[in-house]
């Protein structure tokens, strides 16, 4: 069973920044940062989960449109780490942000999930 665990979300001001991570489980961890499309999604309350970025395994990123600009998602192969760099934090960005994981259709609308985590909540205070 792969896990994906992500951890860095909290309380922020408007404005502010914050830095998501995701590790997976670690006897798979190589095999799914080096094969598998990496993104970050959210879902905030009462509405639809939705692709925020998306990074491939050749590095190059993806993104919504709400995230252009703002976020950064990157990557660090040796580690195995997944990145999300969010600056500039609005109170829209409120939602509970998820790791995953697919094989295919790298882009924030169209990745076929294959593994999620269990998601870590960003809040944004005005």
């Known amino acids: 069973q792969v896990q994906l665990v992500e951890s860095g979300g909290g309380s922020v001001q408007a404005g502010g920044s914050l830095t998501l991570s995701c590790v997976a489980s670690a006897y798979v961890s190589g095999v799914i940062y080096s094969s598998y499309c990496m993104g970050w999604f959210r879902q905030a309350p009462g509405k639809e989960r939705e692709g925020v970025a998306t990074?491939?395994?050749?590095?190059?990123?993806s993104y919504a449109d709400s995230a252009k600009g703002r976020f950064t998602i990157s990557k660090d192969n040796n580690k195995n780490i997944l990145y999300l760099g969010m600056d500039w934090l609005k109170p829209e960005d409120t939602a509970m942000y998820y790791c995953?994981?697919?094989?295919?259709?790298?882009?924030?609308?169209?990745?076929?999930?294959?593994?999620w985590g269990q998601g870590t909540q960003v809040t944004v205070s005005s």
């Open positions: 990074i491939d395994v050749d590095g190059r990123t």
């Open positions: 995953a994981a697919g094989p295919d259709d790298c882009y924030p609308g169209s990745l076929g999930v294959r593994y």
